[in-house]
Each structure stands twice: as structure tokens, then as C-alpha cells.
């Protein structure tokens, strides 16, 4: 259950859109099903109370919608960003991808979000709605009458496992507490792979990228992937549209993002929720991240708008090229 | 389509030899877009220019691939020929079948395999060549020479001769560098400062010279012609201006127990101070690390005694922004430190000294007034043992010291010990060493006459361990042609330690993209044919900066950077280089990755409205690249997220398109 509540956020929103601060609302709409809920744009308190959702599935970033949504909006959008979320926008403001006094942004707190594939492992298929009120989680299926009561912190996404930040690094008002950065153990899947053999980790990376399917969800979700025209789609790039045809272009898809977004990723993990093949996309992400920390000091990309991302930044103090290959070496 | 003509080199045996030229230029032949291909034995020469010309109107030409040495050697003759042949010189490319083909492989097969490959590659880039034109830029007539020793004294005074101004950026209160602190030169036996200080008074009443001294440099931006350089300028609390170097500060002073660099740290000086007598400026420094006034406020006796009013406690470091056209770098040397070489006992005994310390101990104006004392008791020495290569020729392995020759020991040596005999016959002089080079004009004689006319012993030999013991040094050395074992005991044992690269030179290559080599010694652009330019355009090499030289080597590199950067202020305008950065402005995201990583500030932003796919006006921020500023380096292109950003001349199609001829 999230300590905030759908009514809270609908009401300061709709305060927001009454008082002429913002002309129109980024927020969270029911899909298909209850745990599948999408973006979407309200323009007035009605339809906000009809569909605005808040509860256990919210999982989505919306800061690269920012990058379109700024420039159809008249006036200022509102945008609810959860702690997470904000690393994503100010990284978004260092690129320059969208103009910051076109957005109202309020940080809200979140408890983690959960992962539908847990919550079917425990629930079992066919579920016919998800109730996220209560203290406990109320799963009904299409095939027991009683709901399943599923504990939230059993069926957390495992980017909310090891959040790394509970503190908003970016908003104009704040609804409720701020949390602070934390300690995570999101390294350690990482250093379990860097242990394997290269045979063992080429093999682990196999078995991973060939379930790909090149639906592209990875990238179109990506905060970080926001270029005017992807390089998947550039005819002039000599990787575009590949198809993953052979073992080597689905492998050649995901390294090319990892390296495009290196430096860059703010580790949010929304390439792993959305991969409808289940693959660890974040997992990429996280060495590269762990890397440039070892290599070059803790670095947090989107901690702070316009820092310097140590892949393009040099400093005399840098590593040598020989020592990354030798630590590399292993 | 391009029509591509291929000329395949022999050049002399040189290709030839291992690459059969005949199979590489029929093989090209088929290759898309080649409608001619041929091979002669010198296609630099005349005749095989004139081979190009005749092809390029009889085939009617739109490209050109020249299989044959390295495109620093001949890309822009080949150039040359295009442009006299009626098509763009960028038209042309070269396939480097020598240095990275015939001249590394021994076998005709293999070599010749190697050789089409590389030639596919070239004319698969040809086929997505465009014709490029240079722009131009304009020449800032200044010149920065960093470094003050002789070297710097020498190329401003020659580039400041010529009539263009010359400033000199030296990071010591006064210039005269090394030099100043020699006793007697070899091997004519002047004395250092005689010949020094005369220049340095010239330096300092040239008005076409500015001295910043106690600065350095802190940024360099721009590209040949167009350098805008920080430099920092120390507080030495000191007005530079008005100071008349009385030294009346110096003396009265009551902080005098500060280590004196200028003698090696033998003696102490005061906390304000004028390194030497002859020092230019002749203004006086106070060291914020001992004075009392700048610690703790207590004190002033300077500001008390100083007439003109010239000291100032509170100044602050000051940073001067000058543009220049050319930077000549002349940072110098330093002794290596001795901390590793424990057998020597350099560190334990006081009477273990270096050459140079030894200079400042034979000096009228060193810690002993040039009486030679021993700095332990001040005793005369009378058995004297030198050291050769300490830290010089040493196995890479040994993780201490350098594998270069630091070329001026054996000569420097051999004037100490001579000097020591002429002026004190008493003593036994000993001179260990691997070998003894003297080559240049008059230094064998001058070898000779130490050995022969002043009875010095020379032990071919090294010397394996130095122990004190009482008031002595026991010295275990090898006689290796006696093929014994010696002890001696010496008074004073003087080691010629390596020399080495300034520590400020590594940041410095940095921030003029200047390379070096592994021993931080600066890379000349070519070591026979450019050796006093850097392969960075603009940045030019005076003196030890470049490789280990005595004084002679070094006034004439000094004289040739000079001659070098005359010759480039006395162009009013540089023929840019058209292989530059251009973004595509339907691609770029304004992201300012580019701009980040760009090495000379080339990249700047605008926003600009455009018509979007859905019908609409959208305003987007796009990258913008001033072609005179951009030096091709294609950093951009490759931090460029989505690829907007491309290299003319290189662009990322042209690269992978090679990639994929090799691969093929």
C-alpha cells in the first residue's frame, strides 16, 4: 500500500489545474487489466476522478514523456514523480531534451512498486482484478472466488528491492516526506556475473538475449533514449532495423543501447519491467554504472542537473586506458 | 558512381619487395567503381605524378587510391597531383602498403594479401568521398614560449629578434633555469653563469619579451594560430612593479632557516628572498610556506624595511588570458630522485651527493663560496668517488630508474673531475662507468685530457654499495677489465643521477594535446626530418623538454623552434583543414554531449525552429560547429548519442564501409 493516496494526488492536481498553474496533468490510467496501467494526459478535474490510478503498479517514469508531452502542452503539464523518476528528469535537463519552466513537477513518495511476475507466481494466471487499498495486496482470479492476500514487500520489483533513493533530487513542491539516498545491494547481481568465467558470463548472456524479440520496448521506454532519431532507425548508421536474425544482432541490439546510454542510465529499470521477455536488461546497465564508479569515483547520473558524466568529461586525474583494460582483465 | 583510378607503388624494393605489386593492382582492378589500375616503381616521383595526371583525363577520373607509403609521408604530393589534375585533392586516399604491410611482413604472400585488403579498404572509403574545400583562419602574431631556461631564453630572444612579441612563462621567481645553477660549461670550461646572465638581460630589456615568472599555465584552448592560454600567475605578495631588488627585505628577514632551493637545499635562505644575485626579475618572492606575516600574522619586518613600498601581504594569484599563434615548450629536465637507490647511501650520509649539487658546491655563489667542502663537516675531501648512470641505462625490469643514455653524465663528470685535480691536486679522483661517451665536437680531447693531462682514474666498473662508516664512505666496487674487486675509501661520492622530464610537462601535454613518449618526454612530429615540432599544429620543441641534451644540442633546438614559429606568425593566414566536425540538424538532440567533450571549444548551440513530421512548428536546440576551430579530432562523433554528429573526410559511413572491405 502507498502512503499517499489516489484521492490526495487528484486533489492537489486538481487545485493545480484550477488555479491555472498547469493547463493539463501527466499521470497514471487503467489499462487492460489492473496492474496494467498506462500514461496518460488529463486535461480536466472529471476526467482525472474518472481515470487517474495510483496504487502498487505505477511503476512508469514519466519523465521522457516530458520530451513530447512539453511540446504539444499549452502551458505548464504537472507531472508526479516518484524519488526515482526524478533522476530520470534532471538527466533529461542536462541533455537539454525539454524545457524545465514548461513543468510543474511534484515529488511524491513511494513504497516500491511491485512486480506483476512475482505477484502471478504467487497468485497464480488469470487475474481478474488487483485491490492495492488494503494493508495487503487482494489478488482475484478468475478461478477462486476469495482473493489471494499477498503481502506488497513479497512481490517488490527488484529495482524496488534495492532502491537506491527514497530523496527527490528534482520537484517544485513535494507531497508528503523526503527520503534519503540509500545504500543498496544493487551491485551484487553484477558481481556474481563479473565472477563467472567469460565462457560462463558469454553463456549467461546468451541464454538471456536470445529470448529478445527486437519489440524495441526497452528503448521506447528508455529515459535515456530519447534522440531525435534513433540510430535503430537511422538508415545511415549501418545497424538499423536489424532484425535479431542470427545470435550475434540480438546480442548487437543491447550492447549498442548499453554503450549509447552509458554514462547516462540513472538505473530507474524500466527496461526490465517493461521487457515482455523477461530479460535482466538492467543488469547491463548496472556494470557499466559499477564500472565508471570503481573506475573513475561514484558517479549518480541525474543526481544533479548539468553535472558531467565521467565518460565525457576528462580530468587529469583520469585512469589510464592500460589500467581499465588490466582491471578488465578478468 | 565514382570513377576510381588505383596507383599501386613499388616504391623502389621497398613494397616491392615483399608485396607483389602486379597481383595487388590487377586484384583492385574488379573492385567497384575502379576503371583504372596500375603500378610503377616511384609513383612520387615526377613520372608517376604525371601517370596520375594522364589517367585522370583519359579515364576521366573522379577518384583516386594511391597504394604506397605512410599519408604522412606523401598524402599531401598526391593531393597536390589531384588538384593540378583538375579534381578535389580530398578525392584522394591512401592505402599505406609500406610501413603497415611490407615493411612488417616477411613473406610475399601474406604481404601481398595484406596489401589488397588494405587497397579494397581505401577505395571502398573513395566511393563515399565528397570533394571538401579548406577554409582560413587568421594568425595571432604572439608568441608563448613556456619554460625560462636557456632553452626559453633562446627561442624568445630569437622569435622576439625577428620582430614579433614573445611572452615566457616560468614557474620559478626568476628564469635562467638549470643553467644557472652550473659552475663551468663543458667542454670549453666557460663559466655558466658568464654566458647565461648576459641573455637573461637581454630577455629582460627586450621590449618585444614579457617575463611572467612564478606562473604557469592553467588552460590552452583554440588550435594553431588562434591559442588562448590561461596563465596563473602566483602571489609573491610582492609588487613587481615597483620592487627595485635592493634586497634589503632578504636580509633583515628573521625567518632564515628556509631550505634554498636554488643550492639544492645545502643552505638556507629567508623567507623572502631573491634566488640569486643575477636572478631577472631581480624581485624579491616571499614564501607563503615559512613566512610569519602570511602564516600568522605576526611579523613585517619586511614591509617595515622595503623603501619602495613594494611588498603587499594581501596580493592574490592573478590569471592572464593572451592569445598566442604558436606555444614553444621548453619545460626542461630534473635530476631523478635518489630515494631509490639505497645501495648508494644517498640518504643516509650527507657526503653522498648528485652532480649537481656538486656543481652548486664548486660555485662562487653556491653554500660554500667554491671552496670544495664536504657538506658533512666542511672538511676538504681528498679521495672523491663519481658514479656514472645512477638511474641512467637501467633494465626496464628494475622498476628504478630510466633505459635511456642521459647523454650529458660522462661529459659533466669528466669536467668535475678535471676541475677537481686543476684546483686541488691533492686529491684522488676515482670515475666509475659503463662506458664513456663523448661524441660531439672537441669532447673526446676534452675525456682524454681528464684521463690523460689530470690523472683521474677511470674504473670501467660499477660501483655496488656505499657504506659509511666513521668519517669515511667505504666504497665495494668491480674493476671489470682487472677483473677485481675494490674498496676504496672515499670522503665524497657524487653520483650522476638520471635526468628526467619536468613533472610539469605530462599536464602540460595535456592540455596542448601535445604526445609524448613513455618517459614523458615530449614526441616530435617527425625524429629525423621535424624534430623541434610537436605532431600538434602550433606547439613547437625547445630543449631537454624533447630528449636529454646538453647546452650546445639545446640553444641550436632553441634556435630551430624559433625559426619554425617565425616562420608560421609571418603567415597572416592558415589554410584550415576541411576535415572537420559537421552535424546534421535533423538528427542532433542538442544534448551537449559533443559540446562537452569537444578538446577546443569548437561547439556551440542554437535554437532553431523547425517544421516536424506531424505539420507542426517545434523550436529545438541543435549543435553547431565553427569549422576554423574544429581540428578534426571526431571526438564528437563518437560521444554523439543518436550519430548526428559526422566527420567530414571521415565520415562514421566512410569508416564502417572500410571496416567492412577488410572484414569482407
Known sequence: MQKITRDQLIEKAASLLANGTVSCVLGWQKGEFDYDITPAVFDTEDELKANFVWNDFCGANFSKYLVSKTKKCEGKILVFLKACDTYSFNQLLTEHRFDREKVYAVGIPCEGMADIAKVKAIAGDGISSIDCSGEKMAVTTIYEDAPVMIDAKDVLAERCVNCKSKKHVAYDELMGEDGDVIDSARFDEVAKIE?????????????????????????????????????????????????????????????????HVAGRC??????????????????????????????????????????????????TDDLEPGEVFERGDN | MQRIGVFVCWCGSNIAGTVDVQAVSDALKNEPGVVFSTNYQYMCSQAGQNMIKDAVAEHKLTGIVVCSCSPRMHEATFRKTAAAAGINPYMVEIANIREQCSWVHKDMVTGTEKAIILGKAAVAKVNLNTPLTPGESPVTKRALVIGGGIAGIQTALDIADAGFPVDIVEKKPTIGGKMAQLDKTFPTLDCAACILTPKMVDVAQNDKIRIFSYSEVTD????????????????????????????????????????????????????????????????????????????????????????????????????????????????????????????????????????????????????????????????????????????????????????????????????????????????????????????????????????????????????GKVTPEGDKLKVQASDLLANKQLHIDADLVVLAAAIEPDKSARPLATMLTASMDTNDFFTEAHPKLRPVESPTAGVFLSGACQGPKDIPETVSQAGAAASKVIGLLAKDK??????????????????????????????????????????????RRIAVVNPAVCQGCGCCTVACPSGAMDLRGFANSQIIAEVDAICK
Open chain 1, 195 to 259: 565472477a563467472m568465467t567469460p565462457d560462463e558470463r558469454f553463456a549467461f548472456w546468451q541464454n538471456e538475449l536470445s529470448r529478445c524479440i527486437r519489440c524495441n520496448a526497452c528503448r521506447d521506454i528508455c529515459p535515456a533514449c530519447t534522440c531525435e532519431k534513433c540510430v535503430f532507425d537511422n538508415p545511415n548508421s549501418s545497424v538499423e532495423n536489424k532484425s535479431p536474425a542470427n545470435s550475434f544482432e540480438e546480442k548487437m541490439f543491447h550492447i549498442i543501447r548499453a554503450f
Open chain 2, 220 to 463: 590552452v584552448k583554440g588550435f594553431v594560430g588562434n591559442f588562448d592560454v590561461t596563465i596563473k600567475k602566483h602571489a609573491r605578495y610582492v609588487k613587481e612593479d615597483i620592487c627595485t631588488g635592493c634586497g634589503a627585505c632578504t636580509e633583515k628577514c628573521p625567518m632564515k632557516k628556509v631550505p634554498n632551493e636554488f643550492n639544492l637545499g645545502m643552505d638556507n635562505r629567508s623567507a623572502i628572498y631573491i634566488p640569486f644575485a643575477q636572478a631577472v626579475p631581480k624581485v624579491a618572492t616571499i614564501d607563503p610556506n615559512y613566512c610569519n606575516m602570511l602564516k600568522n600574522g605576526k611579523c613585517g619586518v619586511c614591509s617595515k624595511v622595503c623603501a619602495a613600498g613594494a611588498i603587499d601581504y594581501k596580493q592574490q594569484d592573478e590569471f592572464i588570458e593572451e592569445k598566442y599563434g604558436a606555444i614553444v615548450v621548453a619545460t626542461g629536465f630534473n635530476p631523478i630522485s635518489m630515494d631509490k637507490f639505497d645501495e648508494f647511501a644517498y640518504n643516509q650520509s650527507k657526503d653522498v651527493i648528485t652532480s649537481l649539487e656538486f656543481e652548486r658546491l664548486t660555485n662562487a655563489a653556491g653554500p660554500t663560496a667554491g671552496k670544495l667542502l664536504r657538506p658533512s663537516d666542511l672538511k676538504h675531501p681528498h679521495t672523491i668517488v663519481f658514479v656514472q648512470c645512477v638511474g641512467s641505462r637501467c633494465d626496464a625490469c628494475a622498476e628504478k630508474g630510466k633505459e635511456y643514455c642521459s647523454k650529458i653524465c660522462c661529459m659533466y663528470t669528466a669536467k668535475h673531475a678535471m676541475l677537481t685535480r686543476d684546483k686541488y691536486p691533492d686529491t684522488d679522483v676515482y670515475v666509475f662507468y659503463i662506458d664513456v661517451r663523448t661524441p660531439g665536437k672537441n669532447f673526446d680531447e676534452f675525456y682524454r685530457r681528464a684521463v690523460e693531462e689530470y690523472g683521474v682514474h677511470y674504473i670501467k666498473g660499477m660501483v
Open chain 1, 266 to 315: 540513472t538505473d530507474c529499470g524500466e527496461c526490465s519491467r517493461v521487457c515482455p521477455q523477461h530479460i535482466p536488461l538492467h543488469l547491463l546497465n548496472r556494470k557499466f554504472i559499477k564500472d565508471i564508479d570503481s573506475f573513475y569515483g561514484d558517479y549518480q547520473a541525474g543526481a544533479e542537473v548539468g553535472s558531467r558524466a565521467p565518460l565525457v568529461n576528462y580530468t
Open chain 2, 574 to 619: 592558415l589554410t584550415g583543414n576541411p576535415c572537420v566536425a559537421s552535424s546534421n540538424e535533423l538528427m542532433c538532440n542538442g544534448c551537449s554531449t559533443c559540446e562537452r567533450v569537444c578538446p577546443y571549444g569548437a561547439i556551440t548551440y542554437e535554437n532553431k525552429e523547425f517544421r516536424m513530421p506531424d505539420r507542426t512548428t517545434a523550436i
